[in-house]
């Protein structure tokens, strides 16, 4: 149980699209998902914690008109990089966390690597 | 953002023999931490969680030690195996399920 999907595992674009990156827990519902980057060699950084059904809130430092996040179901979050440009070439993780018995931590997804030509 | 990392530090260590990773963390009022495993192109993965009223607690092959006082989180991983080699990160946060902080971690790499 408490797994954790994202859709693409791998997506190069060319600099200046728009690109959607899917967080979905399979087997659970998830009132609050979290987004995080990871740049090579590096931890992983919080961007922003989506709340179905409310607007996302942010870190200090993310843009969220660049990162736009849309929780619309218990059991999907979308992250999208507008306009995107090599320097938003990253690793994208989500985690998200549960109701009832799996409240008390975070399910990571598998990441996606983003590539911004 | 917070808490983002440099470059990692890295651990080399025998098969068979004990590792322990050590995390400084910096809030004062962080009371759960936690410790993931992140293997190469992969998310993060669960090993073991402590609550702040706790010092110590043990899993499988793992314990993890909390010293409030000098705020240290340490992992200890008992007869190490090939297959331990990954990146370890300790996460900090003020309360179990909500926004956690995640330490630079570091890389161990296991030598058969």
């Known amino acids: 149980g408490a797994v954790v999907s994202q859709h693409p595992s791998r997506v190069i674009c060319k600099s200046g699209t728009s690109v959607k990156i899917e967080c979905r827990s399979l087997d659970f519902q998830a009132t609050t998902m979290f987004w995080y980057r990871q740049f090579p060699k590096q931890s992983l950084m919080l961007m922003a914690t989506?709340?179905?059904?409310?607007?996302?809130?942010?870190e200090q430092g993310v843009e969220k008109d660049k990162f736009l996040i849309n929780h619309a179901s218990l059991t999907l979050s979308t992250l999208t990089v507008t306009s995107a440009h090599p320097e938003d070439s990253s690793f994208y993780i989500c985690?998200?966390?549960?109701?009832?018995?799996?409240?008390?931590?975070?399910?990571f997804g598998p990441g996606t690597r983003l590539t911004v030509l | 953002g917070e808490s983002v990392g440099l470059h990692l530090p890295t651990l080399s260590v025998q098969e068979g023999d004990n590792s322990i990773i050590n995390c400084a963390y910096s809030?004062?009022?962080?009371?759960?931490f936690i410790w993931y495993k992140q293997e190469s192109g992969k998310g993060p993965q669960f090993i073991i969680d402590?609550?702040?009223?706790?010092d110590k607690r043990q899993g499988q092959r793992v314990t993890v030690l909390l010293n409030k006082t000098v705020k240290h989180l340490s992992l200890q991983i008992a007869a190490t195996q090939p297959g331990d080699s990954a990146v370890y990160f300790c996460?900090?946060?003020?309360?179990?399920?909500?926004?956690?902080?995640f330490g630079q971690g570091t890389e161990l790499s296991v030598k058969p």
């Open positions: 809030n004062s009022a962080s009371d759960y």
């Open positions: 989506s709340n179905e059904g409310s607007k996302a809130t942010y």
């Open positions: 402590i609550r702040s009223n706790m």
């Open positions: 996460a900090e946060g003020e309360n179990q399920g909500g926004k956690l902080i």
């Open positions: 985690s998200a966390r549960g109701q009832g018995a799996l409240l008390d931590t975070q399910y």
